[in-house]
C-alpha cells in the first residue's frame, strides 16, 4: 500500500466513527458543539500518531504476550501528556472536555491501530496511518458537533446562522445519539452510492 | 438514606450510558441478546465495585500520599487490566459456573470505559469509600438496566422492516437516541 493510500484510507473508507464503529463514547459525549468536537479530535490524533510511532518504534523488544498492557502503558503515557498541556494551555477546552480526555486510553481506536498497524509496520508508516485515522476522526467529530450545535442551538463554531431558538434536545444525550445514527446512515448511503 | 438517592440517581437520572456516555461499546456490541446483555452486566458489576475499590485504595494511600497525582491515568487502567486478568484466574479455580457464565465477558471489560470513568469520578466527587462503592454499585445496576432493556428492544427489531441504509448500528443507535428521550423525563427526581 502507498504512503498516500494509508493516509486517506482513514478519511472515509475505513473511517473509524462512521465505518468502524470504534471510539464511540467519546463521539458522542463531547460533540455537544463543533468547537469541542475539534479539541477533542486533536487531542486523540495526538495520541494516535504518536503512540504509533513509539510503539513500531520498540515492537521487536516486546515479547508477544505482554503486547497489551505494554501497549496500554505507552499510550496512557501520551494521553497523561496531553491532558497535563491542555489543562495549561487551554483550560475552559479542558474543563468542557471533562473526563473524556484520561478516557482516550480506552479509546478502541488508538489500541486498535496500536495492534493491527503499528505493530507491523515501519516507524514512517505507522506514523501515517495514526495521522490519517485521527484525521478522519476530527473530521467526523466535527461534522457531528457542527450538525448538533446548528440543531441545538443555530450556530456552528459559536457563529450565530439563523436567528431563533434552538432544539435544545439536540444539545442533549438523546439527540447525540439520534444525529450519529442518522449521519451513519448517510455515510452507509452515499458509500454505497460511490462503490 | 443518602445512598439511596445516589443508588437512585445513578441508575435513573445519570444513567451511564443514556445520560453520560460511558461503556458505549458493550452496549451496542453484546446488546443482541437478553442473555448475553445479563451476563455482560453481572461481569460489569463485579469487576466496577472491584475496581473502584482497589483504584480508590491505591489512590488515597499511594498516589495521594505520595504526590504523584499525574500517575492517576497509568496506573488506574493497569490496576483494572491486572484486576480482569485475576478475577478471571481465580474465577476458573474457585467458580467454574460462574466462569463459565462471565468468562466471554471478562476480556472485554478491560476497555469498557465505564469501569476507569467511574474510578476517575469518584475521585473527582471526592467520595469516601463506603459512598464510592455504593456509586460504582448503583453506577453498574444503571448499565445492566439500560443494556438490558436495550436488548429486549434490538430482539424485537429482528422482526421489523428497516431501510437498508438504517439497518444495524445506525437504527441501534436511533433507539438508544428515543430511550435516553425516555430517560431524560427522569431529570430532577432526586437532589444531590
Given at each position: 500500500?502507498?504512503?498516500?493510500?494509508?493516509?486517506?484510507?482513514?478519511?472515509?473508507?475505513?473511517?473509524p466513527v462512521f465505518?468502524?464503529v470504534l471510539g464511540t463514547c467519546p463521539t458522542l459525549a463531547v460533540t455537544?458543539?463543533?468547537?469541542?468536537g475539534?479539541?477533542m479530535g486533536?487531542?486523540t490524533?495526538?495520541?494516535?500518531?504518536?503512540?504509533?510511532?513509539?510503539?513500531?518504534?520498540?515492537?521487536?523488544?516486546?515479547?508477544?504476550?505482554?503486547?497489551?498492557?505494554?501497549?496500554?502503558?505507552?499510550?496512557?503515557?501520551?494521553?497523561?501528556?496531553?491532558?497535563?498541556?491542555?489543562?495549561?494551555?487551554?483550560?475552559?477546552?479542558?474543563?468542557?472536555?471533562?473526563?473524556f480526555?484520561?478516557?482516550?486510553?480506552?479509546n478502541?481506536i488508538?489500541?486498535?491501530?496500536?495492534?493491527?498497524?503499528?505493530?507491523?509496520?515501519?516507524?514512517?508508516?505507522?506514523?501515517?496511518?495514526?495521522?490519517?485515522?485521527?484525521?478522519?476522526f476530527?473530521?467526523a467529530l466535527?461534522m457531528l458537533g457542527?450538525?448538533?450545535?446548528?440543531?441545538?442551538?443555530?450556530?456552528?463554531?459559536?457563529?450565530?446562522?439563523?436567528?431563533?431558538?434552538?432544539?435544545?434536545?439536540?444539545?442533549?444525550?438523546?439527540?447525540a445519539?439520534?444525529?450519529y445514527?442518522?449521519l451513519m446512515?448517510?455515510?452507509?448511503?452515499?458509500?454505497?452510492?460511490?462503490? | 438514606?443518602?445512598?439511596?438517592?445516589?443508588?437512585?440517581?445513578?441508575?435513573?437520572?445519570?444513567?451511564?450510558?443514556?445520560?453520560?456516555f460511558?461503556?458505549i461499546?458493550?452496549?451496542?456490541?453484546?446488546?443482541?441478546?437478553?442473555?448475553?446483555?445479563?451476563?455482560?452486566?453481572?461481569?460489569?458489576?463485579?469487576?466496577?465495585?472491584?475496581?473502584?475499590?482497589?483504584?480508590?485504595?491505591?489512590?488515597?494511600?499511594?498516589?495521594?500520599?505520595?504526590?504523584?497525582?499525574?500517575?492517576?491515568?497509568?496506573?488506574?487502567?493497569?490496576?483494572?487490566?491486572?484486576?480482569?486478568?485475576?478475577?478471571?484466574?481465580?474465577?476458573?479455580?474457585?467458580?467454574?459456573?460462574?466462569?463459565?457464565?462471565?468468562?466471554?465477558?471478562?476480556?472485554?471489560?478491560?476497555?469498557?470505559?465505564?469501569?476507569?470513568?467511574?474510578?476517575?469520578?469518584?475521585?473527582?466527587?471526592?467520595?469516601?469509600?463506603?459512598?464510592?462503592?455504593?456509586?460504582?454499585?448503583?453506577?453498574?445496576?444503571?448499565?445492566?438496566?439500560?443494556?438490558?432493556?436495550?436488548?429486549?428492544?434490538?430482539?424485537?427489531?429482528?422482526?421489523?422492516?428497516?431501510?437498508?441504509?438504517?439497518?444495524?448500528?445506525?437504527?441501534?443507535l436511533?433507539?438508544?437516541?428515543?430511550?435516553?428521550?425516555?430517560?431524560?423525563?427522569?431529570?430532577?427526581?432526586?437532589?444531590?
Amino acid at each position: 500500500m502507498g504512503n498516500f493510500k494509508i493516509f486517506t484510507n482513514g478519511f472515509v473508507k475505513e473511517n473509524p466513527v462512521f465505518v468502524l464503529v470504534l471510539g464511540t463514547c467519546p463521539t458522542l459525549a463531547v460533540t455537544t458543539s463543533a468547537m469541542n468536537g475539534l479539541g477533542m479530535g486533536l487531542a486523540t490524533t495526538f495520541v494516535l500518531f504518536m503512540s504509533n510511532i513509539v510503539i513500531s518504534m520498540v515492537k521487536s523488544a516486546i515479547p508477544d504476550k505482554v503486547r497489551i498492557p505494554a501497549f496500554v502503558v505507552i499510550i496512557a503515557s501520551f494521553v497523561t501528556i496531553i491532558d497535563l498541556s491542555m489543562n495549561a494551555y487551554v483550560n475552559d477546552l479542558h474543563k468542557s472536555l471533562g473526563i473524556f480526555i484520561p478516557l482516550i486510553v480506552v479509546n478502541c481506536i488508538v489500541l486498535g491501530r496500536a495492534e493491527a498497524f503499528a505493530s507491523k509496520n515501519n516507524v514512517l508508516k505507522s506514523f501515517i496511518d495514526g495521522l490519517g485515522m485521527g484525521i478522519g476522526f476530527t473530521i467526523a467529530l466535527v461534522m457531528l458537533g457542527s450538525v448538533r450545535e446548528f440543531l441545538g442551538g443555530n450556530a456552528i463554531f459559536g457563529h450565530k446562522i439563523i436567528e431563533a431558538d434552538g432544539m435544545l434536545v439536540f444539545v442533549l444525550a438523546p439527540g447525540a445519539f439520534i444525529c450519529y445514527g442518522f449521519l451513519m446512515a448517510l455515510m452507509n448511503k452515499l458509500s454505497k452510492k460511490l462503490k | 438514606m443518602d445512598y439511596l438517592y445516589l443508588i437512585i440517581s445513578a441508575i435513573l437520572v445519570n444513567n451511564i450510558v443514556l445520560m453520560q456516555f460511558l461503556g458505549i461499546c458493550p452496549f451496542l456490541g453484546v446488546s443482541n441478546k437478553t442473555s448475553t446483555a445479563i451476563g455482560m452486566s453481572g461481569a460489569v458489576l463485579f469487576v466496577m465495585v472491584l475496581a473502584t475499590i482497589m483504584t480508590f485504595l491505591v489512590q488515597k494511600y499511594v498516589l495521594d500520599a505520595f504526590e504523584i497525582g499525574y500517575l492517576q491515568t497509568i496506573s488506574y487502567i493497569l490496576i483494572i487490566a491486572a484486576l480482569v486478568q485475576m478475577v478471571e484466574i481465580i474465577l476458573k479455580k474457585v467458580s467454574p459456573p460462574l466462569y463459565q457464565a462471565l468468562g466471554i465477558y471478562l476480556p472485554l471489560i478491560t476497555t469498557n470505559c465505564a469501569i476507569l470513568g467511574v474510578a476517575i469520578l469518584v475521585i473527582q466527587k471526592d467520595f469516601d469509600l463506603m459512598k464510592s462503592v455504593v456509586f460504582a454499585v448503583g453506577t453498574s445496576l444503571g448499565f445492566a438496566f439500560a443494556l438490558v432493556l436495550f436488548a429486549g428492544i434490538r430482539e424485537q427489531m429482528e422482526l421489523v422492516k428497516i431501510p437498508k441504509g438504517m439497518k444495524g448500528v445506525p437504527i441501534a443507535l436511533i433507539v438508544a437516541g428515543i430511550l435516553a428521550l425516555a430517560f431524560q423525563g427522569f431529570t430532577g427526581l432526586v437532589k444531590i
